[in-house]
C-alpha cells in the first residue's frame, strides 16, 4: 500500500505526476490558502503534508497522528511550532539553496527601485505630470554604487546579495550575523560589523535573516534612530523582524529616507497600512523567489523531501532544528 499524503497548495502537473507515483494523494483545489478546518479534516490520516507557509500547531499536530513528515515550499520555516514538531515526532523539511539568486535578485530590485524612486516616478511620466516646467531637481533619488550596504543576515541568501553588491555595483559591505564568516570576508572584502555600528555606516541596511524569537522586531525605534537619515531599510526576510510602527514613526519623522518591503507583519498587508500611502516606501506581495523557473524547483524539493519523508527513507533537507529526530 502506497503511503498517504495531502497536498495543501497548488502544484504543476509534473510535480503531481512524481507524488502520485509514489503516494496515494488528495490535492487543496480551492482557490487561496486552504482553510485551517479544512486542513484538518484533510490530514486526519495522512502520512505526510506539502505546505507553503501554513502554521503548523500543536492543535494541528493532535489531530494527524499518523503524520511523519512536513514538507514547506520555502526556506524560511517560522510557520513551523518547532517544539510541537519535536514532541509529535513529525519531521520538517524546506527548500534551501535553490531560489538563492532569484532572492537576492528581488533585494537589488528593491534597492534600485528605492534609491532610484522608481514606482514613484513611473507613476509621475504615467500621470502625464512630467512636462516642460518639470525641475528635473525634484526627481533626483541617490546612488547604489560605490554606496555602503550593511546586511543583516550572512547565510545562503545573503551570500548572493553580497556577491551582486561587491561585483556589481562596488559597495563596502559591512555584515552581521550570529557567527563571523572569515572565508566570505576573505573572498568578497566585506568586514564584520556590531549591529549598532552597521546602522550607524550604511546607506541601505538589507534583512535577510530568518524570523526567530532572537530576531522579532530586531529592527526597533532604537535601531532606526542609529541609521542616517540618508539611509534606506530593505526588508527581504520576513515582516516581524521589523516592528512596524516604529518603521512607520522613523518614515514619518525622517529619520531614515525610505523602504523597500517585500514582506509585512500581516500578509496580505492591509490596504490602511499607512506604509502603503508613503512615497519613499515600495511594497512588494512576497515575491522574493516569485520566478516561474524557481517556484517550480521549489516545489519539486519540496515534493522530493514529502516522497523520500513518507517512504522510509531520510529527506534531504530537515530543518536543523529537527534533525535530532533522525537519530531516532
Ligand atoms: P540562512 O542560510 O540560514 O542564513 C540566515 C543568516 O541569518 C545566517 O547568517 C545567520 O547567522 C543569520 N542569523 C540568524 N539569526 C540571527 C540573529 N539573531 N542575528 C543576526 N543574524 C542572525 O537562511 P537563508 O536561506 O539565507 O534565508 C534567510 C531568510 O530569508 C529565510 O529564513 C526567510 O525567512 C527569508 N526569505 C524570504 C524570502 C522572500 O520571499 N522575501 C525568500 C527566501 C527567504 P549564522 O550563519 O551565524 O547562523
Ligand atoms: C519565502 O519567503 C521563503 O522563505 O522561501
Known amino acids: 500500500m502506497k503511503p498517504k499524503v495531502y497536498i495543501a497548495r497548488k502544484i504543476s502537473k509534473e510535480v503531481e505526476e512524481y507524488i502520485g507515483k509514489h503516494c496515494d494523494y488528495r490535492k487543496w483545489q480551492g482557490e487561496g490558502a486552504i482553510p485551517l478546518d479544512v486542513l484538518i479534516e484533510e490530514i486526519k490520516e495522512v502520512d505526510g503534508l506539502l505546505v507553503q507557509h501554513a502554521p503548523i500547531t500543536h492543535e494541528l499536530l493532535e489531530q494527524a497522528p499518523n503524520l511523519k513528515i512536513i514538507s514547506n515550499s520555502a526556506v524560511g520555516y517560522d510557520s513551523f511550532d518547532l517544539e510541537a514538531m519535536k514532541q509529535h515526532k513529525v519531521l520538517g523539511t524546506h527548500t ?54 550593511g546586511i543583516i543576515g550572512m547565510g545562503r541568501i545573503g551570500e548572493k546579495i553580497v556577491r551582486r553588491a561587491r561585483f556589481g555595483f562596488e559597495m563596502e559591505v559591512l555584515y552581521t550575523s550570529r557567527t563571523p564568516k572569515p572565508a566570505l570576508e576573505e573572498k568578497y572584502g566585506i568586514v564584520y560589523s556590531e549591529l549598532d555600528a552597521l546602522l550607524e555606516k550604511s546607506d541601505f541596511v ?97 515534493a522530493e523531501n514529502l516522497v523520500e519523508g513518507v517512504t522510509g527513507k531520510v529527506p534531504q533537507n530537515v530543518v536543523k532544528e529537527l534533525q535530532d529526530l533522525l537519530a531516532n
Do not use: Y
Request: net charge negative; hydrophobic share 45%; with cysteine.
Open 96 to 149: 534551501p539553496f535553490v531560489l538563492d539568486e532569484t532572492v537576492a535578485d528581488l533585494a537589488f530590485s528593491l534597492i534600485l527601485a528605492t534609491a532610484r524612486r522608481v514606482p514613484e516616478l513611473n507613476n509621475f511620466v504615467k500621470q502625464g505630470k512630467w512636462d516642460k516646467q518639470t525641475d528635473s531637481r525634484h526627481l533626483f533619488g541617490i546612488d547604489v554604487h560605490h554606496a555602503t550596504m
Open 206 to 302: 538589507v534583512l535577510i535573516v530568518p524570523l526567530t524569537p532572537e530576531t522579532h522586531h530586531l529592527m526597533g525605534q532604537q535601531q532606526f534612530e542609529k541609521m542616517k537619515n540618508s539611509a534606506i531599510l530593505i526588508n527581504c526576510a520576513r515582516g516581524a523582524v521589523v516592528d512596524e510602527r516604529a518603521l512607520i514613526r522613523a518614515l514619518e519623522k525622517g529619520e531614515i529616507r525610505g523602504a523597500g518591503l517585500d514582506v509585512f507583519e500581516q500578509e496580505p498587508v492591509s490596504p490602511d497600512n499607512p506604509l502603503l500611502g508613503m512615497d519613499q516606501v515600495v511594497a512588494l506581495p512576497h515575491i522574493g523567489s516569485a520566478t516561474e523557473k524557481t517556484r517550480a524547483t521549489m516545489l519539486m524539493k519540496a
